[in-house]
C-alpha cells in the first residue's frame, strides 16, 4: 500500500457549489453483516455532511435497534410516529407520512424502532419480497440527492432489501482482523443481487473506520487496499471519544464540533463521494 495513502490531504477534494435543484437521489446502501464496524455512525455524519453541502439527504434507518433514529434526535417509539416498517407492510399508508424531518436543515430520516425485527419473518410470505422497499421508496427519490440506508448487521432479507433497492454500496470497514474477514460474504451478497435482482447495483467505495496508527490497523488497510484498489476511499475515519459525545447530543460529529479531526475526516469522505459523482 502507498504510505501517501494515509498521509493525503482533507483538500484533495474541493468544497463542491451547492445544488439549485434537487433529484434524483442517488441511493446508498450503508453495509457490512457485521456489527460495531461504524455503519449508523458513517450513515449519520455522511447524511449530516452532505447536507451541509448543500444536498437534499433522506436517512432511513432499516435496522430494528434504531441507533440512526435515535442519534438523529427522534423517539421512534413514539406511537405517533410512523417508521419504515409502518410503510413497507401498511398498503393505504403513504411513504411521505413516515418522513420525519431533523433540526437540521435538509436532512430527513425515516424512523425505525423494535418492530423492524419482525419484518424478516413477514416479508417470506409477501410478493415480490425482496424488492418492497425499492417500491415504498420510489416516491421519494426526485425529492432528495441522496437516499442514505443504514442497514442492519445481517445479509438476511431486510439487507437484500436494501441492496435491490440501492443504486450502490458503501461498505465501512473497522480497521481490524475480524471485520475484513467478513468482508468476502458481504461481497457473494452483492454479487448475487447484482446478478439476479438488480443489475445496476454498483460497490461506491470501502470505507475504513475506527482507524488507530498500530501496526495491526495498518496491516489491514494494506490487505483491503489490495482486495479493493481505487475503492477505497483516500480518507481513513479515526477511532475518536468525540463520536460517541455527538451520539449523546443526537447531532452529526461535523456539526457538534466542526473543527475536530473526525468530522474534517467525514468532510473529506463527503467530498470525495461529491467528487466521485456518486451523489451529484
Do not use: W
Not at 71 to 83: A, E, H, P, W
Not at 174 to 198: H, P
Amino acid at each position: 500500500m502507498p504510505q501517501d495513502l494515509l498521509n493525503r490531504e482533507y483538500e484533495e477534494f474541493p468544497a463542491p457549489q451547492a445544488l439549485a435543484e434537487h433529484g434524483p437521489a442517488s441511493i446508498i446502501a450503508m453495509c457490512n453483516q457485521k456489527g460495531g464496524v461504524g455503519k449508523t455512525t458513517s450513515s449519520i455524519n455522511i447524511a449530516g455532511a452532505l447536507s451541509q453541502y448543500g444536498r437534499r439527504v433522506l436517512l432511513i434507518d432499516f435496522d430494528p435497534q434504531g441507533a440512526a433514529t435515535v442519534g438523529l434526535g427522534i423517539n421512534g417509539n413514539d406511537d405517533s410516529i410512523k417508521t419504515i416498517y409502518d410503510a413497507m407492510f401498511d398498503m393505504n399508508l403513504d411513504v411521505h407520512e413516515c418522513v420525519e424531518h431533523t433540526k437540521f436543515d435538509n436532512l430527513d430520516i425515516i424512523p425505525a424502532n423494535i418492530d423492524l425485527s419482525a419484518a424478516e419473518v413477514q416479508l417470506v410470505a409477501e410478493m415480490s419480497r425482496e424488492s418492497i422497499l425499492s417500491t415504498v421508496i420510489q416516491p421519494l427519490v426526485s425529492e432528495y440527492d441522496a437516499i442514505i440506508i443504514d442497514c442492519q448487521p445481517s445479509l438476511g432479507l431486510l439487507t437484500v432489501n436494501a441492496l435491490t433497492a440501492a443504486t450502490g454500496v458503501i461498505i465501512p470497514l473497522a480497521a481490524e482482523y475480524f471485520a475484513l474477514r467478513g468482508v468476502a460474504l458481504l461481497m457473494q451478497s452483492i454479487t448475487k443481487v447484482k446478478k439476479r435482482i438488480n443489475p445496476g447495483l454498483e460497490v461506491y467505495g470501502v470505507l475504513p473506520t475506527m482507524f488507530t496508527r498500530t501496526l495491526h490497523s495498518q496491516e489491514v488497510l494494506e490487505r483491503t487496499y489490495e482486495a479493493f484498489g481505487d475503492k477505497l476511499f483516500h480518507t481513513v475515519i479515526t477511532r475518536s471519544i468525540k463520536l460517541p459525545d455527538a451520539t449523546v447530543a443526537s447531532t452529526p460529529i461535523t456539526m457538534f464540533a466542526p473543527e475536530h479531526k473526525v468530522a474534517k475526516e467525514y468532510r473529506a469522505v463527503t467530498r470525495e463521494i461529491i467528487a466521485r459523482g456518486i451523489v451529484a
